[in-house]
């Protein structure tokens, strides 16, 4: 059984900033790309950032220059680190990994979110 599971969230000012850690465990043979999603109320949820096995990143166009995702491989932990954060970046984060557990299962999995609220 693998499990996501997310910290870090709470409640920051905006220009403040936080770090948050999704810590996976389980029966791990491997993980590709592992990411962070958010969602607003009332929006859909979006990508705001990944990083490859090979340590290549994506990031949201409006995230660009402010978040910095990161992974330990040793110790299957993604990070988000979010500075200059504002109002705009209110919503549940969750991460997700794309993870082998055997020979045939590969899938993706998802944490259970934590919630991110930057006042203005």
């Known amino acids: 059984q693998v499990q996501l599971v997310e910290s870090g969230g709470g409640l920051v000012q905006a220009g403040g900033s936080l770090r948050l850690s999704c810590v996976i465990s389980g029966s791990i043979l491997s993980i590709k790309t592992m990411g962070w999603y958010r969602q607003a109320p009332g929006k859909q949820r979006e990508l705001v950032a990944e990083?490859?096995?090979?340590?290549?990143?994506n990031y949201e166009d409006s995230v660009q220059g402010r978040f910095t995702i990161s992974r330990d491989n040793a110790n299957n932990i993604v990070y988000l680190q979010m500075n200059s954060l504002k109002p705009e970046d209110t919503a549940v984060y969750y991460c997700?990994?794309?993870?082998?557990?055997?020979?045939?299962?590969?899938?993706?999995?998802w944490g259970q979110g934590t919630q991110v609220t930057v006042s203005s």
């Open positions: 990083i490859s096995s090979g340590d290549s990143t």
């Open positions: 997700n990994a794309d993870i082998r557990t055997s020979f045939v299962n590969q899938r993706v999995y």
